[in-house]
């Protein structure tokens, strides 16, 4: 039995390849003429340069942090290439303009353009490597006053907006990898709901890293403006690597009175082989600000990278404001991930959610950190933590750091935790039913995951149960 | 339809049944009885497959198949079913969806059309008649918070729906009061047919009034020592199982 589950733990990962399109790309290393070089590139204004720089001379100065609960070889940041951008860049009015090599890639991650566009209604904002290709449905959206397009495009297009919110909910000097990305971004995803609009459709973005030794910088900011709701899905695959490739991204959110951001995340970058080497390292600050009335729910499904340092949080700075945070974050092989949430309350009548789970197969090491910090201005706040670990296999690791800081006395809080094994009853149980232990493995741990599941949209949980168990086919024991 | 040879086998490199033989006809039900410790569970769990116990010599043929050389899963594909002693949860996995996941595998294998959503419910809803099951009980996760009752009627009831060749009930007697073996025993007799065999392990003879076997056997320490008709069982329960102990004492 034990044997299936190393098999199952130990399958290779299927979107491993990669694809032949000529890069520009900046020479490693990073100091101010590289800041300067990547703004010129994307034309963009003084004052955004200013900040880049201001971003990468705090930066200088700062530490890398090393209380996460996850182990790699020191990075050398001065031998990453902070820019690389597809060769054929010239204005796409359609999707047959696109170059035939990345419409193939597209295709053999079964993400289609056309069919998205056609069959899903979902709109798609392709970033390939750090420059988006296509975007779909802008007028569509346009018509309702929503701008949906890559971060490059709004700075171009829409500066006010982006100056006014860039850096209002995760600010330059918050943290070394939120901080290197304000200095070197990329590109990414722009997203502004209009008062009172309700988008009609879920938001999308595939990211893909691809060029050898690129690290990647995104930078995603949504506002939703009064009373607007969005619901918005990130999802990647990543071609097989042979080093690490950094990935630190940025994203902000900023739901104003009454509005509602649901932010879905389905993460599947390339994890690392059998024996631990090459994989993503996937660093990445998200955060969002809810105002008075106003929701933000994050949901995330991770089972790719080797290195996973994320905590999606809320500030839940307005009054009856609510944050949410669903996760499942599986680990197999020799992947680590100290992953969780914070919650901060401020106003008023604030209330937070926290469900967790963490799936270990494997050598696989699986931390859950969470932060709930009540502040004295919060009267009537009320959080619920759901702590979760499931362990395939007698190698891997499952650990909780909760932190729970209260300063008011009318909060009230909630915390449950458990740790479960998968067991060799419940494999034979299904087994003896007539159900392969591959199927199995992958319904038991769907089950477990449940109330997460429930919170993706629905194209977005099929195909997240779906690389579960391609995950942990390997993974699950 | 299945016959086992000579069959020794044990767990964590202890023999448990040293040398058991036993033929079960179609169509026949069959019933093992015998002391704590005999080697009635690990017979079933043998025939079955569960992992960690080792057939150290014998044979089973199954249909003509060796039976030892199937995986669990093919076993149960190709119409083992194995009601358990302790049937385990599965939490948040919905009962329907597992169900229908497991008669859709098994009627692959017979190469029967799978069953859509609605012909499953229909069937389920049929069968769950038979075991006196509330319907709002599919809609649970599997074996989740059940009562020790409600996990053995759900044994028998997806033996129901899956509609096994060979039905191996080991020791679902237990701990149940008596309308509730009524529920199991009416289970097993609504299965009966020339097509489809049972053995039904247990401990105690109260099962086999309502379930009454064509062949009855006592097994005692890893053998079949005495095999009979339905009778055996009742001497059985009059004069207990140190009757046959002593028997087996004096035979060597």
Not at chain 1, 31 to 58: F, Q
Not at chain 1, 113 to 142: P, Y
Not at chain 1, 361 to 369: D, E, F, T, V, W
Request: proline share 3%.
């Amino acid at each position: 039995m034990s044997s299936t589950i190393e098999q199952l733990a130990n399958q290779e990962y299927k979107y491993g390849f990669t694809s032949d399109i000529e890069a520009d790309v900046a020479p490693p290393g990073l100091n101010e003429d590289i800041v300067r070089l990547i703004s010129a590139k994307k034309n963009e204004p003084e004052w955004l340069l200013e900040w880049r720089l201001k971003a990468l001379r705090h930066w200088f100065a700062m530490k890398e942090p090393s209380w996460a609960n996850v182990h790699y070889k020191t990075i050398d940041y001065q031998a990453i290439r902070y820019y690389s951008a597809p060769k054929k860049k010239k204005k796409l009015d359609s999707l047959d303009q696109v170059d035939p090599e990345l419409r193939k890639t597209f295709e053999k991650l079964g993400i289609s353009l056309e069919e998205q566009k056609r069959l899903s209604g979902v709109a798609v904002d392709a970033v390939f490597d750090s420059v988006s290709v296509a975007t779909t449905f802008q007028a569509e959206l346009a018509k309702l006053g929503i701008i949906f397009c890559s971060f490059s495009d709004a700075v171009q297009k829409h500066p006010d907006l982006v100056r006014k919110y860039l850096g209002s909910v995760v600010p330059y000097t918050d943290n070394f990898f939120a901080t290197l990305n304000s200095a070197v971004f990329s590109d990414g995803s722009f997203c502004y709901i209009p008062k009172g609009v309700r988008c009609p459709m879920e938001l999308s973005t595939y990211f893909r890293i691809n060029t050898a030794g690129t690290g990647q910088f995104e930078r995603t900011l949504i506002v939703a403006d009064e009373g607007a709701y969005v619901s918005y899905l990130e999802g990647c695959t990543a071609p097989m690597r042979d080093e690490n490739q950094l990935h630190a991204a940025v994203v902000e959110l900023v739901a104003l009175d009454n509005a509602q951001i649901k932010y879905s995340t389905v993460q599947n970058w390339y994890p690392g082989d059998k024996e631990g080497k090459g994989g993503i390292f996937n660093f990445v600050t998200k955060r969002g600000k809810a105002f008075t009335n106003s929701k933000i729910s994050w949901t995330q499904v991770e089972t790719g990278s080797a290195i996973t340092w994320k905590y999606p949080s809320c500030i839940l700075q307005g009054d009856n404001s609510v944050g949410e945070f669903y996760s499942v974050a599986v680990t197999a092989n020799y992947q680590q991930a100290d992953t969780g949430t914070k919650m901060i309350h401020i106003g008023k009548n604030t209330r937070s959610t926290i469900v967790s789970k963490g799936i270990s197969a494997g050598h696989g090491q699986n931390s859950y950190r969470g932060q709930v910090k009540i502040m004295k201005t919060a009267e009537n706040a009320r959080n619920y933590s759901q702590c979760d670990s499931l362990l395939l296999g007698d190698q891997c690791g499952a650990h909780t750091f909760p932190y729970i800081e209260v300063r008011n006395s009318s909060a009230v809080m909630e915390h449950e935790a458990s740790t479960s094994k998968i067991g060799e009853d419940q494999l034979f149980y299904c087994q003896q039913r007539g159900i392969t232990a591959e199927d199995a493995v992958s319904m038991i741990v769907s089950g477990f995951c449940r109330e997460v599941f429930r919170e993706l949209p629905m194209e977005f949980a099929v195909e997240a149960q779906k690389l579960l168990g391609v995950s942990l086919e390997g993974a699950v024991g | 339809m299945l016959d086992v040879k000579n069959l020794h086998a044990g767990i964590d490199g202890k023999e448990i049944l040293h040398g058991l033989n036993l033929h079960i006809g179609t169509g026949e039900v069959h019933a093992i009885m015998g002391p704590n410790g005999s080697g009635k569970s690990t017979l079933a769990n043998v025939l079955a497959g569960r992992p960690r116990y080792e057939v150290t010599a014998g044979s089973v043929t199954y249909e003509g198949k060796d039976l030892l050389a199937m995986t669990p899963e093919d076993r149960a594909r190709a119409g083992v079913f194995l009601a358990m002693q302790y049937p385990v949860e599965i939490p948040g996995v919905n009962n329907t969806y597992f169900l229908k996941a497991a008669l859709n595998a098994v009627r692959k294998h017979r190469g029967e059309e799978e069953l859509d959503a609605m012909e499953f419910l229909e069937l389920a809803r049929q069968k769950m008649k038979l075991v006196d099951l509330d319907e709002s009980f599919m809609n649970r996760g599997v074996n989740e918070g059940f009562s020790g009752g409600e996990k053995k009627r759900n044994e028998i009831f997806q033996m129901a729906v899956l509609d096994p060749k060979l039905a191996i009930l080991d020791e679902t007697d237990s701990g149940l009061d008596i309308d509730a073996l009524r529920v199991v025993a009416g289970g097993v007799n609504n299965l009966r047919s020339e097509k489809h065999s049972v053995l039904v392990i247990t401990h105690y003879q109260r099962l086999l009034k309502y379930l009454v076997p064509d062949y009855v056997h006592v097994l005692a320490d890893g053998r079949i020592v005495k095999s009979g008709r339905k009778e055996l069982a009742e001497e059985l329960e009059q004069k207990g199982y140190e009757w046959i102990e002593q028997e087996v004492a004096s035979a060597r």
